[in-house]
């Protein structure tokens, strides 16, 4: 295999790329800027309008897109506040009314309350979703704007 030299300074004026090394590893990507760039509007729009769409799942996915891009897009930080505030309280009921649903008797009753909530928060942040991503901000009517 062969070796490659690192350039000098009069090298690396004519020759602006970095040279490989025996190590094996690409000095240009070492020490690279962890910071990521801002969002285009059109991305900012698409992730402010998957957290409402995936609401359908609960509140993890608002949250992680929320966790991710919070600094990268004003839109996108906005809508997935709104949209994790506004699943996280019925996530929590529907993880209580599963756990209840284990219980024999009412178990029936609760397995009913669940999918009721699921199907609610489903058209819910289905309808979020839409309004969001023809670039509107969305404002649920019952939301308790927890995180803030």
Partial sequence: MKDFHLPNNAEQHRNPRPQRSG???????????????????????QWATLSHFLGILGFVPSLIIFLIFRDRG??????????????????????????????????????????????????????????VNRGRPYRYALN?????
């Fill in 23 to 45: 190590t094996g590893q690409d000095p240009a990507y070492q020490g690279t800027n962890a910071n990521a760039l801002p969002l285009t509007a059109s991305e900012d729009r």
């Fill in 74 to 131: 004003p839109f996108t930080a906005q809508e997935s506040k709104e949209a994790f505030n506004f699943t996280f309280p019925p996530s929590v009921l529907a993880l209580v009314a599963l756990l209840l649903s284990l219980i024999p008797g009412v178990g029936g009753l609760f397995a009913v309350v669940n999918a009721l909530i699921w199907v609610t928060l489903a058209s819910f942040s289905v309808a979020a979703g839409i309004q």
């Fill in 144 to 148: 308790l704007r927890i995180f803030h």
